[in-house]
Every structure is written in C-alpha cells, then in structure tokens.
C-alpha cells in the first residue's frame, strides 16, 4: 500500500483535520470550477448588472400614506362650561394623522393638590413648594406661570388614612379652585372606594353647570352615585378600567344606562409607565380606539391618561450618576410615556412637570394640521431652561 493509500485509510473515519504551520509554495495555481458553481457565480454578475441598471433608470414615486376609512368616529366631549373657558376633547374620524388631523388637539393638565405633597420628586416640588398649601393657590400658578389650560385638582386630604377631610371641606376646596382660575377642572378623590363617591357628589354641587370631569368612576364602587351627580348638575365622568377592554366596554354601559351620553364620558384605560408595562397600555389603547372607528358605540368616547405614573418609575427620580441628572430623567420619562399615549390616540393627559406640560402640548397641538406641512417647535433648548 503506498503513502497515499495509507493516508486515506486513517483518514476514513475522520471528520476534520487540523495542520498546523502549513506552507505551500507553487509558482502558478489554476482553480477549476465545477460547472455548476460557474452558472451560480454567473448568474450572481448578472443580477447585479440588471440592479445597477434598473437603479439607473428609476424615477422617484412620491410616498403615499395608507389611508383607510372608518365607519364611526369617537364623541366630541366639552369640559367647562358656565364661568370656565371650554375645551373639546374626541371628534376623530381617523386613528393616525396620516390619515385625518384630529378636530381638537389632545389636552394637557397640570395635577394640584388639596394638601401639601412633600413627597413629589424634587424636580416637580422645586417649582410649586411655595403655594402646596393652599389648592386655589396652586392652580392660579399653573394657570399663570405656566399655560394649563385644563388644571387636575385630586382631593388626596379626603382620604380616611391621609386627613379624612369631610365633602363639606372638599367642596370648600373645589370653590377655592374654581374662584382662583377660570380654565376646565379635573376633580379627583383620594382614591377610597367608600368615600370616593361622597365627596365627588359634594364636589359636583360645588361647581354646578361649571362641566368639569369627575374622576372617576369604576366597578369597584358606587358609580351610580357619581353618575347621578354629573346627571343633576352638569359634569362629565371619567370611566376607569385597568387594561381590560372588556371591562372598560361594561362601565361604560352601565354609566350610559344612568343617563350619561357618549358626550358626558372620557374613558380612562390605565396608563403604565415607559419601561413598566407600557405595552400593555399601548395594546389596550390602540384596540378600543380601533373599536370605536369601527363602529362600537359603547368605547366611541375620548380617552384620557394618567401620565403622572410615569414618576413611579424609578428612573425617572432616582438619584444615580451614571442615568445622569434627575432634572433631566424625569420630565424625559413623563414626555415619552405622553407621547406614546398620545400616538395610540389619547386625548388629555394628567402631568405634573412644566416643561413636560409644555413639550408634550407642543407636539399634540400639530395633530390638528395636514400630515407632514407643520412647522417643527423648536425646543432644542429646553433642556437649558431646566437650569
């Protein structure tokens, strides 16, 4: 057996070699290709020769946004009436702005409180420390210094373990509001099922036929009663559910069965912070808005979001100096988890930072004008007015 033969015998049942420090020499090397490999290689030169060519002669096409009509619209709601200066919220006939500007641009508010809250994060605090203890004060600030158009005020001091102020104090409250600025009101309470329905009743009296929007209402309590109050004396009421479309669709009707319209009723589908749960908002808020432009009556009205849980994230207050300043961090995390919101088809949102106020009324006040003929703001310092 010669040399070779013997190699090819070891080699049988081999799967791979190595060589190590391997050197050929040869003055000339010819490579031949199978003839198939030849037609693949030839085949790949002809492609791209025919792609170079048709590149050559190829003309621009204008792009054309993919519109698609839809059967229903979503209810136009008015907040403020009587002494208020009024805002519309809803009207759409179209998902995206591609497809149709909004008739009202998304509203932004400002969140007050009726006690002092020294527990907001610093970046927030710094700005109204000087009027948190008193609630009409607080208000006339976001008014004046700061644009609000629309001002959240949350009864927090009516809660049974925070002050336990009675509805009589918390009307007192509203009066001091309404008194101090004449823009829409968004009437919270502490969050209590139990007494969340008195005070909201007593704080619907208190700002009679002035068309603010009690909130809110879910299946948890007596939503009869605030249905009944925004009845008799002229309110909207915000429908709470938490991420569940079904849910949401059973208020609904329920509230309407009280004797709210489709123009009486701002849904609220539960807003989950950027980077905690934000796609679950997105879904459920893309889903009903779909519904609605399809043609189902019982989510046809505007949504709202609370998009001050955007400051639960930690990311938004924590101190850390490689996320960098919280100056920064935490109107940045407020403004992306708005605007999310707002590009599923929100209508107002619930803040608490200025300049997130300010930049996120920016951008929804463009949803009103022909896709892609707005004049971009700019804020390309705002980061700077934050020093």
Avoid at 249 to 263: A, D, P, V
Avoid at 295 to 323: C, F, H, I, V
Avoid at 337 to 357: A, E, K, N, Y
Wanted: hydrophobic share 40%.
């Amino acid at each position: 057996m010669d040399k070779m033969s013997q190699l090819l015998k070891l080699l049988e049942k081999t799967d791979y070699i190595e060589i190590n420090e391997f050197r050929m020499d040869f003055e000339e090397l010819e490579l031949q290709l199978m003839p198939a490999m030849q037609r693949v290689v030839q085949q790949a030169v002809t492609q791209k020769a025919a792609v170079q060519e048709t590149i050559k002669t190829m003309e621009a096409i204008d792009f054309v946004p993919p519109i698609k009509d839809y059967p229903g619209e979503v209810a136009q709601v008015q907040l403020g009436a009587g002494s208020r200066k009024p805002v519309y919220l809803g009207g759409q006939q179209a998902l995206y702005r591609f497809e149709e500007p909004q008739p009202n641009p998304p509203v932004v508010t400002f969140d007050v409180f009726d006690i002092p809250m020294p527990g907001l994060p610093r970046p927030i605090r710094e700005h109204f420390s000087d009027v948190m203890e008193h609630p009409g004060d607080w208000a006339k600030k976001a008014v004046n210094d700061f644009g609000a158009n629309v001002v959240t005020i949350h009864l927090i001091g009516t809660g049974p373990k925070v002050m336990d102020k009675t509805p009589r104090q918390a009307a007192e409250d509203i009066e001091e509001v309404l008194q101090a600025v004449d823009v829409p009101l968004v009437i919270g309470g502490s969050g209590d099922p139990q007494k969340d329905p008195v005070v909201l009743e007593a704080a619907a009296i208190a700002a009679e036929d002035e068309r603010c929007l009690l909130a809110s209402a879910n299946l948890d309590l007596d939503y009869k009663r605030v249905a009944k109050a925004a009845v008799d004396y002229n309110h909207a009421v915000l429908s709470w559910a938490i991420t569940d479309i079904n849910m949401q669709k059973t208020l609904n009707k329920y509230l309407m069965k009280e004797g709210l319209t489709q123009k009486d009723i701002v849904m609220d589908p539960t807003t989950c912070a950027l980077g905690y749960g934000i796609e679950f908002s997105i879904d459920v808020i893309t889903r009903t808005r779909l519904a609605a432009l399809k043609g189902d009556k019982d989510l046809q009205m505007p949504m709202s979001s609370g998009t001050t849980n955007a400051w639960g994230s930690r990311e938004a207050w924590m101190k850390n100096d490689a996320w960098g300043p919280t100056d920064y961090r935490g109107p940045i995390w407020e403004i992306f988890t708005g605007l999310t919101m707002m590009l599923c088809g929100v209508d107002i949102f619930m803040m608490l930072h200025p300049q997130s106020v300010k930049i996120l009324s920016e951008i929804g006040s463009s949803f009103t004008k022909d896709y892609l003929t707005t004049d971009v703001p700019d804020i390309s310092n705002w980061i700077t007015e934050l020093e």
